[in-house]
């Protein structure tokens, strides 16, 4: 007792002194620490609770549901039940987007998987895949990728049947595309743009939608699963772009031809005609070419053709016959014409002929050339329409069936001291100028009367004989392509004779001698034609020739070079 009295005092000084006082006893307070340990405890135990029940009740569920992220052949199976699954495959319905006709236009149609028969095929392989999880563990499982071997069936012609039955295979509907091409030629050549149509590929959309009911996906769209047909030559093909290169080069040529006052002109809208297209590569048509070549020849030949004359005498005759006239030569004109064409170059274009004449048009001997009318036996000559010399002849001898023929010809050349060879004759003239292949115009010293109508008793061989001096004169005149138009005209019979005396007969070998000149090695054909003209001559026109001593001299000194 007295030791418990004594603890309820306590010292109030210090030191040495004790003061005895009664102590009031105090209340202690729990620590805040202890309050703590005591509410975590409690969360800890709800949230462990919690957890539980999570775990016990994904547990639970995941007994009859498939895990997050499981896929059966493709199709999102996730948290369904087998259930879920098979009515789901049951009340499928496929939405079906598709191209309209018009820009940005849609049809929409639905296809519901009774109409193609859909359904599970094995509900037992469904539950078993459910069963294989093991739900224990599902908080960490993770989705598995099953690939079942048939799950879903369905009847594949009802299918085919429900394709076959889409817009997209409608021609009401759908337009097939369409390859882009080059233009029709107008003005030059442009490429026709691609169409893209709404022509669905068959195959591609059966393969598009049994992908899209095997993942039984609700909506898909055809045009962005590329189903659709498309052209197999698309706008900016390399190879069209080429072509197309090609035949505006071609065509952007323009070639002019100039027949007189009559053009034919050979621009795009001709030469696109003739254009062929092999793959890459565009050439002109021959065939073509030459066609067209043929057709300016028949236009504008006039070769052999028959013409219309107005003749010196007032009287306009037919003249038939006879080979003057334009010839083209349609075989070097096509090749010319195609290498104008291939290397672009546009302009004036002068045809390749075997023959030319004077001018284009019904009048192509134009207004320089010799008329010759059998029937009075007389010529004459013009020389840029006016006549500037005309006189009596002898033609072919017609009762010995050499008579000369009409026609219309081109003197074929001209030559100085020419033989004429014939089946009983051989003489050497000073002037030739043939006309009608072996007939020709040229001197005759050994006549002495021209024009009347000698010719029908005493004519020549078919050629045209001249007084000397006339013939020197017209071989001045004409040159190779004048034309000579021979023509006979009833009616213009005359009696008239032109003489040739013998001074002017000695003028034959007196040109002859002088045409010597200095002798040398190469003067012999000179030396024997003087020689031939002189012995030709009748003896009173050798009185004329005053230059003979020449001729022996030049005789003699080209003698010595012989020998």
Known sequence: MENNKKDRYESVSGKGYKSKK???????????????????????????????????????????????????????????????????????????????????????????????????????????????????????????NHEEKQMIEYDSDKLAEFVNNLKGLDSKYADKPTNASISDYNNGYTIVEAKQGNFLNKKKTIECLENTISSLKEKVDLDKEGCYRVPNIASDSEQLTTVLNQLNKYTGTTITYNFGDTQEVVDGSVISGWLVVDGNNVSLSKEKVDEFVDSIRKKYDTIFSNREFKTTYGKTVKVNGGDYGWWLNTAKESEGLMQQIENGESGERKPVYYQEAASHGKKDYGDSYVEINLTSQHLFV?????????????????????????????????????????????????????????????????KSQFGSNFYKTDGSHGCINLPYLTAKKIYGYVEKGTPVIVYELPGTESGSVTYQNSSEIAQAAIEAIDAIGTVTKNSGDTIKDARYMYNKINSDAKKYVTNYDKLQAAEKKFKEYSN
């Open 22 to 144: 009664p102590v009031k006893k105090r209340k202690r307070n729990k620590p805040v620490f202890s309050n703590l340990k005591k509410y975590i405890g409690i969360v800890i135990g709800i949230v462990c609770i919690a957890l539980v029940a999570i775990y016990v009740n994904g547990t639970v569920y995941y007994t009859t549901h498939f895990y997050k992220g499981t896929h059966i052949n493709g199709i999102d199976v996730s948290k369904l039940t087998a259930d879920e699954v098979e009515n789901a495959i049951k009340d499928y319905e496929l939405t079906i987007t598709e191209r309209g006709k018009e820009k940005s236009a849609t049809y929409i149609e639905t296809l519901a998987g009774k109409d193609i028969d859909m359904k599970v095929v094995s509900r037992e392989s469904l539950d078993n895949l459910v069963k294989e999880q093991n739900q224990f563990v599902w908080f960490t499982a993770t989705g598995t």
């Open 382 to 446: 013009y020389k840029d329409g006016q006549k500037v010399l005309d006189t009596d002849f002898v033609s072919g001898n017609v009762s010995t069936n050499h008579g000369t023929h009409t026609g219309t010809y081109g003197i074929t050349y001209k030559e100085r001291y020419s033989v004429l060879v014939g089946e009983t004759y051989e003489s050497t003239v000073s002037y030739w100028m043939p006309f009608d292949e072996d007939i020709g115009m040229h001197d005759a010293i050994w």
